[in-house]
């Protein structure tokens, strides 16, 4: 049995020639970035240029990219750091947003903060007019996630951060599942902050950044030695770092390929599962309407477990979600589809694939008729137990 992995969203597999550029700082290489002998240069100047190359693949300047060690990190930085230093003690955060930023949002509310969430419609696009109302009140900070990791849904951040700017708030936005599957330009986002990942584009975990306009205040978490600019102290993960800059550049030179090939996948997939529902098993597609990530597709059948799917396909070889890879041990349905208004039942049956480059329309094909196959013995099971 060959095993198929159609879960690109949680993580990817690190490229040969990321791990090429990362094997000296692994083996041979020594020296701490902030020595002043030859050593420590040598790895400063490696981590520089993987600054410049991760800068270059979201439209930033290299000044502005802080490493950090995981996009939880990043958006844990950007949400507990910014509004240490707001005036207006007021959060505003969208419903559909990864728990690395609900969660620390809603520690600031011991603090005093006052945290207020934005609707989605059932698109799981943000309701831009219910926001415009929010900003008629004075707000310190806004986050508001670039694509869904669920549905792959897109949001228009360009417009909602030129209207926290007008309100004269802060704009935050957690880009890790765009990076690399769209073109992403920091400047014209129109926002203050931004988040970013490796382990997402075929780098390796433990390396991530914030991007930061250099206008904004914002208080670090970590105190020591005073690495990043003083914003993230901590001896740098050099071989982690280099990683993350190659695989930025490999993602800049591969994006136009990732998003014709992957939504080509995606389309597949789609028009297989809509010709499932045509045999009387009713299956639902989120989000199907509206802008969406090239290489995701969430889905539910309707009647069959999510989690009972996803063990079934992943005994038959292929690897899907339930969800967010990080919220994968929760029993509760997904927080985003209940959001967008999508019932309990609905929801505990969504299973999301997201493809890579090196999955294949054979692979969706083998996929479908093993989806279908599974449907069907699991719905016999359920009437017999009924």
């Not at 309701?127 to 792959?152: D, R, Y």
């Not at 014209?188 to 390396?207: C, D, E, F, R, Y």
Request: hydrophobic share 40%; with cysteine.
């Amino acid at each position: 049995m060959n095993d198929t992995y159609l879960d690109h969203n949680a993580t990817t597999a690190l490229d040969r020639r990321v791990l090429d550029v990362m094997l000296p700082w692994l083996l041979e290489q020594a020296g701490n970035p902030t020595s002043r002998h030859t050593f420590g240069r040598t790895a400063r100047n490696a981590i520089e240029h993987a600054r410049t190359q991760v800068a270059e693949a979201c439209g930033a300047h290299a000044s502005q990219v802080i490493f950090t060690a995981s996009g939880t990190e990043s958006n844990n930085f950007a949400i507990k750091g910014i509004s240490a230093n707001l005036t207006h003690k007021r959060v505003l955060l969208s419903t559909i947003e990864h728990p690395c930023v609900a969660r620390p949002a809603a520690t600031l509310q011991a603090q005093g903060f006052a945290i207020e969430r934005i609707d989605v419609d059932y698109n799981g696009k943000l309701n831009k007019a219910q926001l415009k109302t929010q900003l008629k009140k004075p707000a310190g900070l806004i986050s508001v996630m670039l694509a869904n990791n669920e549905t792959g849904g897109i949001q228009d951040i360009a417009q909602i951060g030129e209207l926290v700017k007008q309100a004269g708030a802060l704009m935050h936005t957690d880009a890790v599942q765009g990076l690399g599957k769209l073109p992403l330009h920091f400047n014209s986002l129109n926002v203050h902050a931004m988040t970013i990942s490796s382990h997402k584009v075929h780098g390796p975990q433990g390396a991530a950044a914030l991007i930061l306009d250099k206008r904004v205040d914002i208080q670090p978490l970590l105190h020591g030695g005073g690495q990043e600019k003083g914003l993230r102290s901590g001896t740098e993960n050099i071989a982690a770092i280099v990683g993350f800059g190659m695989a930025c550049e490999l993602a800049m030179t591969n994006l136009a390929h990732f998003s014709s090939h992957t939504a080509a996948l995606r389309d597949r997939l789609e028009q297989g599962l809509m010709q499932l529902n045509a045999t009387r098993t009713s299956i639902t597609i989120f989000g199907k309407t509206t802008a969406r990530l090239p290489n995701t597709s969430f889905f539910a059948v309707d009647g069959i477990e999510g989690e009972t799917l996803v063990m079934a396909l992943d005994r038959a070889g292929f690897a899907v979600a339930s969800g967010s890879a990080c919220s994968s041990d929760s029993t509760e349905p997904s927080h985003v589809l209940l959001a967008m208004g999508v019932s309990e039942d609905l929801a505990r049956g969504a299973i999301r694939v997201s493809f890579g480059t090196n999955n294949t329309l054979q692979q969706v094909d083998d996929f479908l008729a093993t989806l279908t196959q599974e449907i069907s013995r699991l719905k016999q099971l359920t009437s017999i137990a009924a």
